[in-house]
């Protein structure tokens, strides 16, 4: 089964990357690792939290594989500064939130991840793709 991933690859020296990336230069290849390298750490500490709550959340070793079944999507602004729209928490929040109100305690997920560079300050969008066991 072939999923297509809609990466986009946003304009490389927008502000909004450098919390990825100190470096001054920023490549395409660099861009995809570092963003999937930030995802899979944002699923683990996803991961945990729903451990504490008694909810039991796995990811596959290939995440994309995954065929989601629903999705919440949440963006994160920038600002002036720049980790802002980086912090997980804020949107782990929102997600924990319509996940419980859904009564779902069991499911699958994976955490997509593209960074929007077509405002002033660019945003983060998070979307949360996962399959709910019965």
């Known amino acids: 089964m072939n999923i297509i991933i809609e990466r986009k690859i946003p304009n490389l020296k927008f502000p909004i990357l450098r919390p990825l ?3 001054d230069e920023l490549t395409e290849e660099q ?3 570092k963003i999937e390298t930030f995802e899979r750490s944002c699923e683990k500490r996803f991961i945990f939290t729903c451990r504490s709550l008694g909810i039991y959340a796995t ?3 290939d995440p994309y594989s995954l065929p989601y079944t629903d999705e919440i999507v949440v963006n994160l602004h920038g600002s002036s500064f720049l980790n802002g729209a980086y912090e997980f928490e804020r949107v782990s929040y929102k997600i924990m939130k319509k996940i419980l109100d859904k009564d779902i305690y069991q499911f699958r997920f994976y955490i997509f991840i593209n ?3 077509d405002k002033f300050f660019g945003s983060v969008e998070y979307r ?4 709910k066991k019965n």
């Open 59 to 61: 990811v596959k070793s």
């Open 21 to 23: 990336s100190f470096d």
């Open 31 to 33: 861009y995809i690792e």
């Open 128 to 131: 949360f793709r996962y399959y």
């Open 115 to 117: 960074v929007k560079t």
